[in-house]
């Protein structure tokens, strides 16, 4: 079952099972260096999201908005 993932209210990749783990797949240029990385939970993936994001830009909120929103994706 895939997952999509945002952050702030705006998808930024999809999480996609894959060899007993969740591979990351961006689509946004701000979470780019993540792509292809594998998490063991969707937590993990929307930690490594939020710190990821906020090493960028500094300014940006990072709290628990990086959230998988809706069910599975066809």
Not at 11 to 19: I, Q
Not at 38 to 59: K, L, M, N, W
Request: proline letters at 7%.
């Amino acid at each position: 079952m895939k997952q999509v993932v945002e952050y702030q209210g705006i998808p930024v990749g999809v999480l996609m099972p894959r060899d007993g783990c969740l591979s990351f797949m961006a689509v946004k240029y701000d979470v780019m260096e993540l792509d292809g990385e594998r998490f063991s939970s969707a937590a993990e993936a929307r930690e490594a999201i939020r710190v990821h994001v906020r090493r960028r830009d500094p300014g940006i909120r990072g709290g628990a908005e990086a959230l998988p929103s809706g069910g599975p994706s066809r």
